[in-house]
C-alpha cells in the first residue's frame, strides 16, 4: 500500500542521511518480508541508500533485481553511474550508460555530465568522443564545460580548445574547465594567458577559478602572476573568502614570497588551522623553519588543535642535530592528537628524525607501524637516503623483499640517494640491477638518481652509460652528468657535456651554472661561462658567488670584485635577514678569493672590513680566516687565541673550523695539539682524517698516518683519493711494504684501484719499499701509463744500481710515446749518481737540454754535484754550483758541504757553507759540518 511504501521510503531517507549502513540492511530485509519488495519506489530508494552509505555491491544487487522486475528510474541510473566512476570502474559506468539508452532511457543534464567524468582518462577518450558525437552540446554551456574538463583529462588539448570555441556563449564554468585542460598539460603560461583574457571579455573569476589559478602560479612559482592575480580578488568579491585567502598564503609561500604570505594571513579576522598550516607551510617551504615553530606554538597558544597538514608542515622544520629535541616535542603533539596512525605523518616522523640524524628514533618509529606498506617503507628509505646510509637501505630493501611489499621508483629514488663513495658502490648496483629484474620502467627522476649514484661513488663511466641510454633527458640529467664529471677531478669533460647540452637546445638553470663554473680550469672557460649568465639573465645568489670565488681561484680579482660590487651594498646591511645571509656569502667568497690567489693579508683586512659593514662572521667565514692566517705563519700561542675566539663567538665550533685548526697546528709542528683536536672533535669527516694523516706525515709520525687509516675504515667514513695517496705515500717513505700491501688488497674491491693517480702511488709504494717485482707488475696492468707512471718505474730500477734497466725503460716510455719530463730526467741523473756513472750523466744532461728541450733545475745540478762528490771531483762540483740560477736550493750547497767534509776540502767546504747560511740564516747544520772539517 502507499502507507507501507511511503514508511520505508521515509526511513531509507534517514538512513541515507547518517549513512548507517547496518540500519540500512535491516530496513531492505523488512522490505523484503513485506508487501513492497517489488515497489519500483522504493527500489529506486534503496540503490540511492546503499550509495550513499558506500556500499556499491549491494546497490548493484539491488539495480538488477529491480531491473528484471520493475522500472528503474533515471536517478538511480544516474547515481549508480557516477558510484562506478568514483570507484574506478569506469568501463562498467560507459557500459552500464549504453544498457540504460537500450532500456529506453534518455539522459538528462545531470546524467550526461556524469558520464563525461567518467569518460576523463585516455583510455576512454573514443567512448567521450561517441556520445558527444550523438549530443548537441554547443548550446549548453553546463556540458560543453563538461565536455572541456574531459578532453583535457584524455590528453586531447586541441578538442578541449575546438569544444570552446564552438559554444554558443561561455561562462566562468567553462573558462575554468580550459583554464583546468592547460594547466594538466603543464602549459601554466597558456593558462594565465586565459585568466586575462577571460578578464577582459568582462567575466567575473569564481572562487573556482582563483583556486585553480593560484594552484598553477603555486607549480610555476611565478611571484609576478600571483601579485597581478591578488590584485584583482577585490574586484570579484573574494577579499575576506577564507579558502581563497588560504590559497593565497599557500601561493606566496611557494612562490618563496614569506613576506606576503603573512600580511594576508594577519589581515584576515579569524585564524582557522586550515589558515594556520598554510603560513606555517610558507614559512617551512622558505627555509624560515623556527619562525615556523615559533608560529606553531602561537597557533597551540590561540587554542587551534593541529591537524595533519599542520603537523607535517612541523616536522618538515626539523632538521639537523640541534633541531631533535623540537622534533621529539612535535612526535608528542602527534600522540597526543591521535594522528600517529596516520600514514602520511608517521613517514613525515620518520623523514624527520632522519634529516635530524637519528636513525636509530626513524627505525624504533617505524617498527611499531603495524601495518607497513611501500609508502611507510619508502619514508624510512628516504631517513636513510637523507644519513647516506646505503646499507640501512640495503637491510630495509631485504626487508620489502621477505615481506612481500612490492617496490615503487620512489623506493629506488631513495634507495639510490643514500648510496655515495667506494663503499656505497656495490649498494647501489645491487639497486640498480633489481630495478632492472623487477621490469620498472626508468623514469627520468630514478635515472637521475643513477646518474648522481654513480657519479658520487667515483664511477664516472657507468654514469655515462646510464646517461647514453636515456631516451629522454631533462635539465637535471644534464646537471647531473656535468656534476658527475666535476665530482670526479674531470673537468674538461664536464665542460664538453655542457656544450653538448646548449647544442641539443636544453636551457640551463641556476644549478647547471653553479657547477658548471667549478669545470672551468682555465680563465677563458670562466669568462665565457659568466656571458652566458649574463646572457640567460640569471642572478641567483649562489651562481653570483661562485662566479666570485671562481675569478678569486684564478687570481683575477678585478672581475671577481666587478661581481661583487653589483650587488645592492645597502641592502646587503640591512636588516632583512635573508638578504643579510646573502650579503654574509657573498663577504666570505671575496674572502676566500683572496686566500686562494694568496693574497692572505687582504683576506684578513676583508675580514674585519665586513664586521664594520654591519655582517657578522659565520663558519665559513673563520674557515677562510683560519686558512689566511695559516698561510701568512701563526705560533702556537697565536692558534690557541685563534681558537678561543672562535669558541667564544655564536658559530658552532665544526668540522671545516676543525680541519682548518688541525692543518695549522701541523704547520706550526705541533703534532701533540693537532691530534688532541683531531680526538675531541664530535664530527669527522674524510678530509678531517686526510688532515691528521697528512700533518702525521710531515711531522713524521708515519706510523701513526697508517693506524689512523685503520681506524678511519673502523668507524665506517669512506676513504677517498686523498686518503689513499696520503696513506700510500707514508708507506713508501717509511718505508712499510706489508702495510702498503694490506692497503693495495683493500683498494682492489673499490673503484679507487682504477684511478691514475692511485695507480702511480702503488707503484712508487712498492719502487720505494724495494719490491721491484711488484712495481714491474703493478705497472704491467696498468691501462694509461703516463710520465709518473714511468717515472717511478725507472726510479724503481735505478734505486738498487740496476742502472743499465732504468737506461732501458727509460727508452720503452719514448717508443711508447710518453714524453720525458723535468722529474724523468731527474730519476735519470739519480740513477747515475748512484751508480757513480759520470760519462752517462753527462751525455744525459745534455740530451736533457738539447733534445728535450728540458731546462736544467736544481734537482738536476744536485745530481751531478752528488756524483762529482762520490767520485772525489769536488773542485768540479763546485764549479756546477756556482753555474746554478740563483735562489738556489739549500740541498745543492749541502751536498757539496758533505763532500768536502769526506774529502778533507777545507776552504772549499767553508765557501759551501757560507752559501748554505746566506740561503738559510737558521740552518745549523752548516756550522757542525764545518767545524768537523777543521
Not at 107 to 112: E, F, G
Not at 739 to 748: H, P, Q, T, Y
Not at 839 to 851: N, S, T
Request: hydrophobic fraction near 40%; proline fraction near 3%; aromatic fraction near 8%.
Amino acid at each position: 500500500t502507499d502507507q507501507v511504501r511511503d514508511r520505508f521510503v521515509d526511513l531509507l531517507r534517514q538512513c541515507s542521511r547518517s549513512k548507517d549502513l547496518a540500519r540500512g540492511r535491516q530496513i531492505h530485509a523488512s522490505i523484503t518480508r513485506s508487501s513492497a519488495p517489488q515497489d519500483p519506489v522504493v527500489g529506486n530508494w534503496l540503490i540511492q541508500m546503499y550509495l550513499k552509505c558506500g556500499s556499491l555491491i549491494d546497490a548493484s544487487q539491488v539495480f538488477y533485481q529491480l531491473l528484471e522486475t520493475s522500472v528503474v528510474n533515471l536517478v538511480a541510473w544516474t547515481a549508480l553511474i557516477a558510484a562506478y566512476a568514483r570507484n574506478g570502474q569506469t568501463k562498467l559506468a560507459i557500459r552500464l550508460f549504453q544498457q540504460m539508452q537500450l532500456e529506453g532511457n534518455s539522459p538528462d543534464r545531470i546524467t550526461l555530465v556524469t558520464i563525461f567524468e567518467a569518460c576523463g582518462n585516455p583510455e576512454n577518450l573514443e567512448d567521450g568522443k561517441k556520445i558527444h558525437a550523438y549530443l548537441s552540446c554547443n548550446s549548453d554551456v553546463v556540458l560543453g564545460s563538461s565536455l572541456i574538463t574531459m578532453y583535457g583529462k584524455c590528453g586531447s588539448l586541441s578538442e578541449a580548445c575546438l569544444m570552446f570555441q564552438s559554444m554558443e556563449e561561455w561562462n566562468t564554468v567553462a573558462w575554468n574547465s580550459l583554464m583546468g585542460a592547460f594547466i594538466q598539460h603543464d602549459r601554466v603560461e597558456e593558462a594565465m594567458e586565459l585568466y586575462w583574457e577571460m578578464l577582459q571579455c568582462g567575466f567575473l573569476p569564481s572562487r573556482p577559478t582563483f583556486l585553480t589559478v593560484l594552484a598553477a602560479i603555486s607549480s610555476l612559482e611565478s611571484l609576478r602572476h600571483g601579485k597581478l592575480v591578488h590584485d584583482t580578488l577585490a574586484e570579484a568579491g573574494h577579499e575576506d573568502d577564507v579558502v581563497v585567502q588560504t590559497a593565497l598564503v599557500n601561493m606566496y609561500g611557494k612562490c618563496g614570497s614569506v613576506v606576503e604570505a603573512v600580511e594576508v594571513f594577519d589581515r584576515m579576522p579569524r585564524h582557522d588551522v586550515i589558515l594556520w598550516s598554510a603560513v606555517i607551510s610558507a614559512h617551512v617551504n622558505c627555509a624560515e623553519y623556527e619562525e615556523s615553530l615559533r608560529l606553531f606554538r602561537k597557533m597551540q597558544l590561540e587554542g587551534n588543535r593541529p591537524n595533519n597538514v599542520t603537523l607535517v608542515s612541523v616536522l618538515s622544520a626539523c632538521e639537523g642535530p640541534q633541531a631533535l629535541e623540537t622534533g621529539k616535542g612535535i612526535h608528542e603533539c602527534v600522540v597526543e592528537a591521535g594522528y600517529e596512525g596516520d600514514l602520511i605523518v608517521g613517514n613525515a616522523i620518520v623523514s624527520m628524525y632522519g634529516k635530524c640524524g637519528s636513525l636509530e628514533d626513524a627505525w624504533d618509529v617505524f617498527h611499531r607501524v603495524p601495518r607497513r606498506s611501500v609508502v611507510t617503507c619508502n619514508g624510512m628509505m628516504g631517513a636513510c637516503a637523507v644519513q647516506g646510509d646505503s646499507s640501512g637501505a640495503l637491510k630495509l630493501f631485504r626487508y620489502m623483499v621477505h615481506e612481500g611489499i612490492e617496490f615503487d621508483n620512489i623506493t629506488f629514488l631513495s634507495a639510490l640517494c643514500a648510496c655515495s663513495g667506494t663503499s656505497g658502490l656495490s649498494h647501489g648496483e645491487f639497486f640498480h640491477a633489481r630495478m632492472l629484474e623487477c621490469g620498472l620502467e626508468l623514469d627520468i627522476f630514478v635515472a637521475n638518481a643513477l646518474v648522481n649514484m654513480y657519479g658520487k661513488c667515483g664511477k664516472v663511466e657507468a654514469a655515462e652509460h646510464v646517461f647514453e641510454e636515456l631516451p629522454e633527458q631533462d635539465v637535471r640529467t644534464w646537471n647531473a652528468m656535468i656534476l658527475a664529471y666535476v665530482q670526479n677531478e674531470e673537468e674538461r669533460s664536464g665542460l664538453l657535456v655542457f656544450r653538448h647540452m646548449m647544442q641539443s637546445g636544453y636551457k640551463p638553470d641556476e644549478v647547471t651554472f653553479a657547477i658548471t663554473l667549478n669545470a672551468c680550469y682555465h680563465p677563458r672557460f670562466l669568462r665565457d661561462v659568466h656571458s652566458l649568465i649574463s646572457e640567460t639573465g640569471i642572478s641567483n645568489t649562489v651562481v653570483q658567488n661562485a662566479l666570485v670565488v671562481m675569478y678569486g681561484r684564478f687570481g683575477l680579482l678585478e672581475e671577481g670584485y666587478q661581481v661583487f660590487e653589483k650587488l645592492d651594498q645597502e641592502s646587503i646591511t640591512s636588516w632583512n635577514v635573508m638578504i643579510a645571509s646573502c650579503a654574509q656569502t657573498c663577504w666570505n667568497s671575496v674572502i676566500f678569493a683572496h686566500v686562494q690567489s694568496g693574497r692572505d693579508s687582504e683576506a684578513l683586512k676583508m675580514f674585519w672590513r665586513m664586521q664594520q659593514a654591519g655582517v657578522w662572521p659565520d663558519k665559513t667565514s673563520f674557515v677562510a680566516v683560519v686558512k689566511a692566517y695559516s698561510n701568512v705563519g701563526m705560533t702556537e700561542p697565536e692558534i690557541d687565541w685563534l681558537r678561543a675566539v672562535i669558541a667564544n663567538s655564536d658559530v658552532e665550533d665544526g668540522v671545516p673550523i676543525g680541519n682548518a685548526l688541525i692543518s695549522m697546528y701541523g704547520r706550526c709542528g705541533s703534532f701533540g695539539k693537532a691530534r688532541d683536536l683531531f680526538d675531541s672533535m664530535a664530527e669527522r669527516d674524510a678530509v678531517t682524517w686526510n688532515t691528521m694523516m697528512s700533518v702525521s706525515e710531515q711531522l713524521e709520525h708515519g706510523r701513526d698516518s697508517i693506524q689512523l687509516f685503520r681506524q678511519m675504515l673502523q668507524e665506517g667514513t669512506p676513504p677517498d683519493k686523498v686518503t689513499i695517496l696520503t696513506v700510500l705515500n707514508v708507506c713508501a717513505s717509511l718505508p712499510a711494504l706489508q702495510e702498503g700491501k694490506a692497503i693495495c688488497v683493500w683498494l682492489d674491491h673499490t673503484p679507487l684501484s682504477a684511478n691514475q693517480m692511485i695507480g702511480n702511488a702503488i707503484l712508487n709504494m712498492y719502487a720505494k719499499c724495494g719490491s721491484r717485482d711488484e712495481a714491474r707488475r703493478i705497472f704491467s696492468v696498468m691501462q694509461g701509463r703516463d710520465a709518473v707512471s714511468w717515472n717511478a718505474l725507472i726510479g724503481a730500477y735505478g734505486s738498487y744500481s740496476r742502472g743499465r734497466y732504468a737506461f732501458q725503460i727509460f727508452q720503452a716510455m719514448q717508443l711508447e710515446g710518453s714524453t720525458p719530463d723535468a722529474v724523468t730526467f731527474t730519476t735519470i741523473l739519480s740513477v747515475c749518481s748512484h751508480g757513480g756513472l759520470l760519462g752517462e750523466a753527462v751525455k744525459w744532461f745534455r740530451w736533457m737540454r738539447e733534445d728535450y728541450y728540458v731546462e736544467a733545475e736544481t734537482g738536476h745540478y744536485g745530481c751531478i754535484v752528488d756524483l762529482l762528490g762520490r767520485l772525489g771531483r769536488v773542485p768540479e762540483a763546485e764549479e756546477v754550483a756556482e753555474k746554478m740560477p740563483a735562489g738556489t736550493d739549500p740541498i745543492v750547497w749541502t751536498t757539496l758541504l758533505s763532500a768536502c767534509q769526506v774529502h778533507g776540502e777545507t776552504q772549499r767546504g767553508k765557501r759551501a757553507a757560507e752559501r748554505l747560511v746566506e740561503l738559510d740564516p737558521e740552518v745549523t747544520s752548516a756550522y757542525v759540518v764545518l767545524s768537523t772539517i777543521y
